[in-house]
Nanobody, 123 residues
Framework: QVQLVESGGGLVQAGGSLRISCAAS????????VGWFRQAPGREREFVGN????????YYADSVKGRFTISKDNAKNTVYLQMNRLKPEDAALYYC????????????????WGQGTQVTVSS
């Protein structure tokens, strides 16, 4: 099975940018669809976006569309979430998840999860 580790979170000012990573180990990330989710205190886990097995198809939640970009580097076995024009409401614990069959936005359908990386946005 694949193990996922997120990194790159931190504190950023509103309007700034941050790139977080999801590094896979144990297996190649290549045959997996990968989703990004976030969870703020007191709120449910929220879909952010996903990228397909081949890395050619991406889909984003309306709240981040046009500001966030997901990319996949199979050579580095890593998926990235580039976040631009960050807003205070983007602050959350960000998770990546992978599945070799499911491509969508339902967190219950993803088999593998990382531990999360915290993103804080100051206003």
């Amino acid at each position: 099975q694949v193990q996922l580790v997120e990194s790159g979170g931190g504190l950023v000012q509103a309007g700034g940018s941050l790139r977080i990573s999801c590094a896979a180990s144990g297996r190649s990330i290549s045959p997996y669809n990968v989703g990004w989710f976030r969870q703020a205190p007191g709120r449910e886990r929220e879909f952010v976006g996903n990228i397909s097995v081949g890395g050619t198809i991406t889909y984003y939640a309306d709240s981040v569309k046009g500001r966030f970009t997901i990319s996949k580097d199979n050579a580095k076995n890593t998926v990235y979430l580039q976040m631009n024009r960050l807003k205070p409401e983007d602050a959350a614990l960000y998770y990546c998840a992978a599945d070799n069959a499911y491509y969508g936005s339902d967190p219950t359908k993803f088999a593998y999860w990382g531990q999360g990386t915290q993103v804080t946005v100051s206003s």
